[in-house]
């Protein structure tokens, strides 16, 4: 690649300012971050940085992030995308539509600059189908920018975060968290991989699909779950909810009714999996500094059809598994997203805020479970108390 010391990393949350720089930075990167609000970012650059912490046998070992460039503008990235060869996306699809766009402008700027080399942009939001659905917004941008056919110098790629990130204030305000034993995984054909950089922390993998869905329909499952019973008991860290043995035993219930629909449904290597199996459950027993509320940040959208919670039940349901512990995982979250928002619950809201097709014969089974009138919602509800 041309500019191999740069990489964009877009959008400065907990997983831009986390696994994605640390490995970046590790590997000799100079990031360059962008996010709609620089102040804090400006903020960490004068204080000097930030530290990213990583969990490791109930150690802490830092890495410090203090090489890096803030781009201060929309401007200023697109100008940056036009020169790069490599970025990082790390936001979730409500900002698509703006990425999109960015892109485009970015890939009609490198047209200007007779810049024919590919732009590799990670997604990295561990969302479904998310890559074909930011690629087919770009063309979409790109010929209301004036490109005619499609435009091929933009690549985007799903990537799998492996690594949970969170605020920790251990030396700065600014510090993140990260999980032990974190990588990324990125669906490489072999065309990609002549032109991605070799970055220890960064596997290949051949189809993103089967890999999000585990880890999303497993890993993310069990952790949002362990949450909200923790919360139901009062816990405000998710440590306190792994040491919980009734918690522990039920998310492991959930762990084995998606784990059995997802091994009907897509094919791993079998060492590969054991060993990220075992990886993933000793997740339990690493006592994590992360916090409940954190865990439920956003909870509408870990509630759509197709993220960490109906994702599995949907899947459970159309493979014929077992799923009395995923229906509950979803009432529980269901209930407190009801509370929150002050909602009456009933089918009209449940296909409304989970975004179910009422068409769809998967669907039509969850929404006859979850709703009053079938006198099972509230049974749910009882039945999810621990």
């Not at 970025?87 to 766009?101: G, H, M, N, S, T």
């Not at 892109?103 to 890559?131: D, F, H, Q, Y």
């Not at 799998?160 to 600014?174: D, P, R, Y």
Request: charged residues 25%; proline residues 3%.
């Amino acid at each position: 690649m041309g500019d191999v010391n740069r990489v964009v990393v877009y959008g400065a949350g907990n997983i831009g300012r986390g696994i994605v720089s640390c490995l970046f930075s590790q590997a000799g990167y100079r990031l360059l971050f962008y996010s709609r609000g620089t102040e804090k970012l400006k903020a960490i650059q004068q204080s000097g940085g930030y530290s990213v912490y990583i969990q490791e046998n109930g150690k802490k070992i830092s890495q410090k992030i203090e090489g890096f460039d803030i781009l201060s503008n929309e401007a200023a990235l697109i100008q940056a995308l036009a020169e790069v060869d490599l970025a990082a996306c790390c936001l979730y699809p409500a900002a698509f539509r703006d990425v999109a766009r960015v892109l485009a402008a970015s890939a009609r700027e490198r047209r200007i600059r007779n810049n024919k080399k590919t732009l590799i942009v990670m997604l990295c939001c561990n969302e479904p189908g998310g890559a074909a659905k930011l690629q087919d917004d770009f063309q979409e941008e790109w010929k209301k920018q004036g490109g005619s056919g499609n435009e091929r110098t933009v690549r985007i790629l799903p990537t799998i975060v492996n690594s949970v990130g969170f605020h920790t204030e251990i030396q700065s305000k600014f510090d993140v968290m990260i999980s032990s034993n974190g990588y990324l995984e990125v669906e490489l054909s072999d065309e990609d991989a002549q032109i991605f950089p070799a970055v220890e922390g960064i596997r290949r993998i051949p189809d993103a699909e089967g890999y999000l869905c585990r880890k999303l329909y497993l890993g993310n499952m069990f952790h949002t779950y362990a949450a909200l019973l923790g919360k139901e008991r009062g816990y405000h860290w998710m440590k306190q909810c792994y040491a919980d043995v009734e918690i522990k035993r039920k998310v492991k219930r959930a762990f084995a009714e998606s784990e059995a629909a997802l091994l009907k449904t897509y094919k791993y290597h079998a060492a590969e999996y054991q060993n990220w199996r075992e990886m993933m459950l000793a997740k339990m027993d690493i006592p994590s500094e992360d916090d409940v509320e954190r865990v439920l940040a956003d909870l509408p959208r870990k509630l759509r059809r197709s993220d960490r919670l109906l994702g599995p039940l949907r899947l459970c349901i159309g493979k014929g598994c077992e799923y009395k512990e995923l229906l509950q995982a979803v009432t529980l979250g269901l209930n407190f997203l009801a509370r929150e928002t002050h909602s009456k619950k009933g089918r009209d809201w449940l296909i409304s805020v989970c975004g179910l097709e009422p068409e769809n014969p998967i669907d039509q089974t969850i929404i006859r479970l979850l709703t009053a009138e079938e006198a099972q919602y509230g049974k749910c509800i009882e039945s999810s108390n621990i």
